[in-house]
C-alpha cells in the first residue's frame, strides 16, 4: 500500500524557517483552546483562527486546498477528522478536535488537538481516557523518528502505545487506517504517507532535515468510518467517538524538534528534544 516513497530532506536552514508557521499553528490552537466554551458555534472558532494566522503573518493553508474554504477542519463527538466548521452549537462535555495549518514564508505548518468542551471536568471517563490515549501515542510516534531508522517505526510506536494504553485501562481502542499522516514542506501534504500502525516491510528510512506530520486519529470503538455527504467530514462508522492530535516534527542528527509545539517539544521529548537555533 505504501511502497518505498521518497522521504524529501532539506536545509538545516530551511528547517528553521518551518519553525515560523508551526509557531503560528501551535500558538493559534493554543488560543483556539483557551478560547473554546459552551454556546459557541464552530464556525466562530474558525473565524478566530483566521485573524489569529493573518495578524501573526501567515495565510490559512487549509482555505488553500481545492473545495475548501475554511481555516480549521472541527470535528465534534463521532467525527474523526475534516468537520466542517458551520452553525453547530458546542455544547458542554462534546469532544472536540481541531486540526489547523497555517503558511509562513511559504513554508507549512500543520497540527491539531483534542479538548472536552467545557473543561476536563465536563468529560465523560471514557472521553478522557480516548483523549488522553490519543496524545500519548502521537508523542511515542515522535519519539520513535529518528534518523537512520526506518520512517514505519512511528506507526509501530503509535499503536504499541494505544494498545498499552487500552490493556492498561481496560478499553479497546480503534486505530483508524484510512487516514495517516505525511510529509511537509513547502506543500501541506507531501510524500511520504506515515501510517499511524505498524505496517509490514519496509519504509522510507528516515535522513537528516526531514519533516514530517505525525497524526493519530483513535476512536472508542471500531475504526471502520463514512465521508458524509459534504464530501469532507469523516465519521465512526459505529457512531463512537473519536480524538485527534497532530505535529509536524523535524527530525535531525541531533535529535527532534516539534515545531509546532510553543516549547518546541522540551516537556515530552527530554534528551531527544534538540532546537536548530
Given at each position: 500500500?505504501?511502497?518505498?516513497?521518497?522521504?524529501?530532506t532539506?536545509?538545516?536552514?530551511?528547517?528553521?524557517?518551518?519553525?515560523?508557521?508551526g509557531?503560528?499553528?501551535?500558538?493559534?490552537?493554543?488560543?483556539?483552546?483557551?478560547?473554546?466554551?459552551?454556546?459557541?458555534?464552530?464556525?466562530?472558532?474558525?473565524?478566530?483562527?483566521?485573524?489569529?494566522?493573518?495578524?501573526?503573518?501567515?495565510r490559512?493553508?487549509?482555505?488553500?486546498?481545492?473545495?475548501?474554504?475554511?481555516?480549521?477542519?472541527?470535528?465534534?463527538?463521532?467525527e474523526?477528522?475534516?468537520?466542517?466548521?458551520?452553525?453547530?452549537?458546542?455544547?458542554?462535555?462534546?469532544?472536540l478536535?481541531?486540526?489547523?495549518?497555517a503558511?509562513?514564508?511559504?513554508?507549512?505548518?500543520?497540527?491539531?488537538?483534542?479538548?472536552?468542551?467545557?473543561g476536563?471536568?465536563?468529560?465523560?471517563?471514557?472521553?478522557?481516557?480516548?483523549?488522553?490515549?490519543t496524545?500519548?501515542?502521537?508523542?511515542?510516534?515522535?519519539?520513535?523518528?529518528q534518523?537512520?531508522?526506518d520512517?514505519?517505526?512511528?506507526?509501530?510506536?503509535?499503536?504499541?502505545?494505544?494498545?498499552?494504553?487500552?490493556?492498561?485501562?481496560?478499553?479497546?481502542?480503534?486505530?483508524?487506517?484510512?487516514?495517516?499522516?505525511?510529509?511537509?514542506?513547502?506543500?501541506?501534504?507531501?510524500?511520504?504517507?506515515?501510517?499511524?500502525?505498524?505496517?509490514?516491510?519496509?519504509?522510507?528510512?528516515?535522513r537528516?532535515?526531514?519533516?514530517?506530520?505525525?497524526?493519530?486519529?483513535?476512536?472508542?470503538?471500531?475504526?471502520?468510518?463514512?465521508?458524509?455527504?459534504?464530501?469532507?467530514?469523516?465519521?465512526?462508522?459505529?457512531?463512537?467517538?473519536?480524538?485527534?492530535?497532530?505535529?509536524?516534527?523535524?527530525?535531525h542528527?541531533?535529535?527532534?524538534?516539534?515545531?509546532?509545539?510553543?516549547?518546541?517539544?522540551?516537556?515530552?521529548?527530554?534528551?531527544?528534544?534538540?532546537?536548530?537555533?
Amino acid at each position: 500500500m505504501f511502497g518505498r516513497e521518497r522521504l524529501e530532506t532539506k536545509t538545516l536552514d530551511q528547517v528553521r524557517a518551518m519553525r515560523a508557521p508551526g509557531l503560528v499553528v501551535g500558538e493559534c490552537l493554543a488560543m483556539l483552546a483557551g478560547a473554546v466554551a459552551p454556546g459557541m458555534t464552530t464556525l466562530g472558532l474558525d473565524a478566530l483562527a483566521e485573524t489569529f494566522i493573518r495578524d501573526h503573518g501567515g495565510r490559512p493553508s487549509f482555505a488553500e486546498v481545492p473545495g475548501y474554504r475554511h481555516t480549521l477542519c472541527t470535528s465534534v463527538n463521532e467525527e474523526i477528522v475534516h468537520g466542517i466548521p458551520g452553525a453547530r452549537v458546542l455544547a458542554p462535555g462534546d469532544l472536540l478536535s481541531i486540526d489547523c495549518g497555517a503558511i509562513v514564508g511559504g513554508w507549512h505548518g500543520d497540527a491539531a488537538i483534542s479538548l472536552i468542551v467545557g473543561g476536563r471536568d465536563a468529560g465523560s471517563p471514557d472521553d478522557l481516557a480516548l483523549m488522553d490515549a490519543t496524545q500519548d501515542s502521537l508523542w511515542a510516534g515522535i519519539g520513535a523518528l529518528q534518523v537512520g531508522r526506518d520512517l514505519f517505526a512511528v506507526g509501530a510506536a503509535v499503536e504499541e502505545s494505544i494498545l498499552a494504553s487500552g490493556q492498561r485501562l481496560g478499553r479497546t481502542f480503534g486505530i483508524v487506517e484510512d487516514y495517516v499522516g505525511h510529509g511537509i514542506g513547502r506543500e501541506m501534504h507531501m510524500s511520504p504517507n506515515v501510517p499511524n500502525y505498524a505496517v509490514k516491510g519496509r519504509g522510507p528510512t528516515v535522513r537528516n532535515a526531514c519533516t514530517v506530520a505525525i497524526e493519530p486519529m483513535i476512536t472508542l470503538g471500531a475504526q471502520e468510518n463514512d465521508v458524509l455527504p459534504d464530501q469532507w467530514t469523516v465519521v465512526t462508522t459505529d457512531g463512537s467517538r473519536a480524538s485527534h492530535w497532530e505535529h509536524t516534527v523535524a527530525c535531525h542528527d541531533g535529535g527532534i524538534w516539534v515545531l509546532t509545539a510553543i516549547d518546541g517539544g522540551a516537556d515530552r521529548l527530554g534528551t531527544a528534544y534538540a532546537p536548530l537555533i
